[in-house]
DNA sequence: ATTGTTTGAGACATAGATGTCTCAAACAAT
DNA sequence: ATTGTTTGAGACATCTATGTCTCAAACAAT
């Protein structure tokens, strides 16, 4: 075989991450193979994206494990929840660049990939959860929003990545410092700056 | 007119975020009406497209504007600044639940809406900027990666909202904290209520 | 050189979306 | 009731993507 199995998947993602709507002759194009081979590799359509969705979960998964997040969640010591933590975004950043919103929404529209998408979610839930006793990320936010905030920062990521704003070496510095501590001044002067203003002045304004 | 061009772009926007890949056929029929009347208000799909972009960017827009962040981007004042920001902020966060990622990838791939888009990308970067000046956001990470840190916190807002993690009052504050101060716990804060304290003041760490 | 296998190119039928058109029904305004 | 307009339903041709199939060329292994 000239071209693997898994050589066509990697190069398919490639190109779906640069055209998400490429369509099967695309993709045989992009690949290096013809439309012929890779139906012959893939039934259909549908058994392409389901084996793209399901890499894009091992991935997701390795990065969990490497970082340890399930030991580390049954740990309550800050300093080994922090370096879960602080591992998994690092790690996390890699896949952000090479698994776009493509494959986000796949996994979401596929009930196969979204169940196990749910519980790879709900290990980091798990990390979230044992970081808020330990006094490592604040007790006052839902762990919901904080798991949304880690995946709209890898958006935040990809974009930055993308759009060549930021360097590839600077981004887990930049990550970790923006998850922990945000983007606003603490302590710009020893005067009086701004107080953090709490809760919403007001609402949404269009339900 | 039973429906109006107007109506029709908010029904088409609403529907395409709940399925991205509607056809005009299932626009119209979510929409109310035919699939040629919708043909008669707008040549063709493309020019449907542009229109909803366009509805986007008029939302985006005005958002910047209620909050006035051309004016403070001008001053140094630190308090006028936190205020904008917190405005826009909190103006985005009705945007970002009825303008989906769908548009999102819409604006970028249609050159007249993408110039848009950079514009008033533009103007919230020249708010950041003075932010930094004044003392209000940290000097220390790039205006572009704040930019797409709101971004990305902004599809956090969408997501909770769709999987109705957060009650929706409860947004503007969250977004505003974790924005400017993340999700790491810190020292807690002087003079504003307390939480339950949960020990540890393991802050977060420079990496 | 001779197998047996894999591939590429292309033909083919099918399905779905798009854009245009016609015509009768519904409608508003007088 | 009589206009003039707008709409909905559907027919129609066109285009594109998909999936299947055939067959000759390329290939690897003996």
């Given at each position: 075989m000239a071209v693997s199995r898994d050589q066509i998947i990697v190069a398919a993602i490639q190109h779906l991450n640069h055209d998400p709507a490429a369509s099967m002759a695309d993709i045989a194009e992009a690949t290096g193979v013809s439309r012929a081979t890779l139906h012959r590799h893939f039934t259909g359509r549908e058994d392409l994206l389901l084996a793209l969705g399901h890499r894009a979960l091992?991935?997701?998964e390795e990065a969990q494990e490497d970082a340890g997040i399930e030991q580390a969640a049954r740990s309550a010591e800050p300093i080994v929840i922090t370096t879960a933590l602080r591992e998994m975004l690092s790690g996390l950043?890699?896949?952000a660049e090479?698994?776009?919103f493509a494959l986000t929404d796949l996994v979401m529209s596929v009930p196969e990939?979204?169940?196990r998408g749910d519980e790879l979610e709900g290990r980091e839930i798990a990390l979230y959860r044992a970081a808020q006793?330990?006094?490592v990320l604040r007790a006052d936010l839902p762990v919901r929003w904080i798991s949304n905030t880690v995946y709209g920062l890898l958006l935040a990521v990809r974009e930055s990545l993308n759009r060549g704003d930021?360097?590839?070496r600077d981004l887990p510095g930049m990550l970790h410092?923006?998850?922990?501590?945000g983007a606003g001044e603490h302590d710009p002067h020893p005067g009086r700056g701004e107080r953090?203003?709490?809760g919403g002045s007001q609402g949404g304004r269009r339900p």
């Open positions: 091992d991935r997701w950043i890699g896949e090479e698994y776009n990939l979204r169940e006793r330990a006094g930021v360097a590839r410092e923006t998850f922990f501590r953090p203003p709490e």
